[in-house]
Structures are given as C-alpha cells and as structure tokens.
C-alpha cells in the first residue's frame, strides 16, 4: 500500500516506529509518501507513544463543543445553584441509535467543561505541532478558556487566561 501526500504530524512518525517495532514493514515515516507492505501477523511491542498532544485536544474539543451546546439550548449560567436543564454530556463512545441521556443542570455541565477545560490545558503544548494553527494550540485553548470564564463571571480567571494569549502582565 502506497500512501501519498500523507500527514508527516510527530504523532503520525511515532505511530509508523511502533508499527515497525511491532514487524510491520513501513518506510517513509515523516515524508509526503509512506509505502507500507503487507505481514502475516504483528507483534507485540512496548508502545511508548507520547500522547499528551491528542489528550489535551481531545479535552479541549469536548469542552468547547458542550460549551457551544450548553449555551445554545440552555439558560445563561448564573451561579452553581441554577436549577435550569442544560444538555447531556457526552463522556463516553456512542454505542447505540437512541441512548438514553440525562440532561444536566446548567452548573453540572458547566462544571464538567471546567473540568475537562483544565486537563487539558496541562497537556496543551504547542511545541508537540510542526503546524500548530491546525490544532487546539496554547492561544486558543488559552482564548477558549478566558471566554468560558467570563461566562462564568470569574474575571480573575479571565486575565490570567486572557494575559497568555495577549501576552500581558
């Protein structure tokens, strides 16, 4: 199999060294063209994988888009003691049509957003990219995070975040 144009991301170059580390036969790990040959079986092998860039990604995208929901088809937050529904929260795979979803709370989503919000803002780092403005990097995590605060009227929070994607004191 012959992949052209493909992705040359770190995470795509330490995929390739696992898989060959595992027996498969790959050349090209990095470059525009990646040619893989067919085994029988692979192997296993000691995946030492750094995956702290689609870690932060994945909290950040989960945070955001319930963000996005929350503030579509919920009330305004107002304080934790809000009793208005918001949305479900999805913190597991999709498994069937018609699952069964509990609505939550206004402050529990938001609290959820929060809480994904800052596991992934330990993760974030913009020096795991070789093109950066494709992915969840620092400033918009950063960026996301300041307006999550504001709506939550936390304004320290809102110029600490904000200070590290404007770059002030």
Known sequence: ??????????????????????GAKISGAGESVIVIEGVEKLEAADPTIDMSAERAEAYLTRAYHHFILVNVFGQAYIDENQTDLGVPYAEKPETTVYGDYVRLTVPQVYAKIKTDLEEGLKYVNDGLYSVPKYHFNEKAAYAFAARFY????????????????????
Do not use: H, Q, W
């Open 1 to 22: 199999t012959t992949i052209i144009n493909a992705a040359r991301e770190p995470e795509i170059i330490d995929l390739c060294n696992f898989l060959s580390k595992c």
């Open 150 to 169: 504001l709506y939550m009227r936390n304004y320290d929070k809102v110029i600490e975040c904000a200070n590290k994607v404007l770059g002030g004191s």
